[in-house]
């Protein structure tokens, strides 16, 4: 066979394909769902102040003995418990979020397998502190209460009820997706018709601030912590399908 008839319809093929091309045309791919139209998407964000901490606070006790670590563990704890409580912090919004016994080595007595020296025991809480006025308050007396074997893990702030910021950031998103996809239909010489699918996420972060581990033990007419509540911003992304005319 002569190669050369065999390019002759090839490239023509090609230069058919290239004029259906450059036609002006409008071709749209179809979305996973089969429908076709103009994709576009819109964040809108509120911004709020915090209305809760929760701190994340307890204790630590390394002791000879399991039993010894575990008692004096548990006296802290009840202590700490009891503190928080009396900063204004309610039975049900205390949740204890790690409990852990292990044991402690001393690799220079031994070889590599080392020797156990003692034990550890570890109890955490979490409790959300509603009136972030006693926030300082309820850190110090948490702390003060554990003793020495105290630890504040961190404190995260957040939004009890964030409903309303999130229908303001819901409303701003829409407007902004709706906006993009009009000017997209537009560039395109096209009309942007009925809405075919819309599709919402939301980024409702907690603001958390760490605390090295701290002991109790101070006097009571220590500096009190001092804690600054900031602000969080409530973000909603859609994503939106328009039928084009």
């Known amino acids: 066979m002569n190669p050369k008839a065999f390019l002759i319809p090839l490239v023509a093929g090609l230069a058919f394909l290239a004029v259906a091309c450059s036609g002006g045309d409008t071709y749209v791919t179809p979305d996973s769902t089969g429908q076709s139209g103009v994709n576009a998407s819109g964040t809108g964000t509120a911004v709020g102040e915090p209305d809760i901490m929760v701190l994340t606070v307890g204790v630590s006790a390394q002791r000879e003995s399991i039993a010894a670590a575990r008692e004096a563990a548990a006296s802290a704890q009840a202590a700490v418990i009891d503190a928080l409580k009396d900063n204004g912090v309610a039975d049900d919004d205390i949740q204890t979020v790690q409990f852990s016994v292990y044991p402690q080595y001393d690799y220079t007595r031994l070889n590599?397998?080392?020797?156990?020296?003692?034990?550890?025991?570890?109890?955490?809480?979490?409790?959300?502190?509603?009136?972030?006025?006693?926030?300082?308050?309820?850190?110090?007396?948490?702390?003060?209460?554990?003793?020495?074997?105290?630890?504040?893990?961190?404190?995260?702030?957040?939004?009890?009820?964030?409903?309303?910021?999130?229908?303001?950031?819901?409303?701003?998103?829409?407007?902004?997706?709706?906006?993009?996809?009009?000017?997209?239909?537009?560039?395109?010489?096209?009309?942007?018709?009925?809405?075919?699918?819309?599709?919402?996420?939301?980024?409702?972060?907690?603001?958390?601030?760490?605390?090295?581990?701290?002991?109790?033990?101070?006097?009571?007419?220590?500096?009190?912590?001092?804690?600054?509540?900031?602000?969080?911003?409530?973000?909603?992304?859609?994503?939106?399908?328009?039928?084009?005319?």
């Open 112 to 245: 590599s397998q080392g020797e156990i020296v003692g034990y550890v025991v570890s109890n955490v809480v979490s409790a959300k502190v509603r009136d972030l006025d006693k926030a300082g308050d309820a850190i110090d007396a948490a702390t003060l209460a554990g003793g020495d074997d105290a630890v504040v893990q961190g404190v995260a702030f957040s939004i009890d009820d964030p409903a309303e910021l999130q229908a303001e950031a819901r409303e701003e998103a829409v407007k902004k997706a709706r906006a993009q996809a009009e000017q997209l239909a537009s560039n395109a010489g096209a009309k942007l018709g009925k809405l075919i699918s819309i599709s919402e996420s939301s980024y409702y972060p907690f603001y958390e601030r760490a605390f090295p581990s701290a002991a109790g033990g101070a006097a009571s007419d220590a500096a009190q912590t001092p804690i600054e509540a900031g602000q969080l911003e409530i973000s909603v992304t859609v994503n939106v399908l328009y039928a084009i005319e």
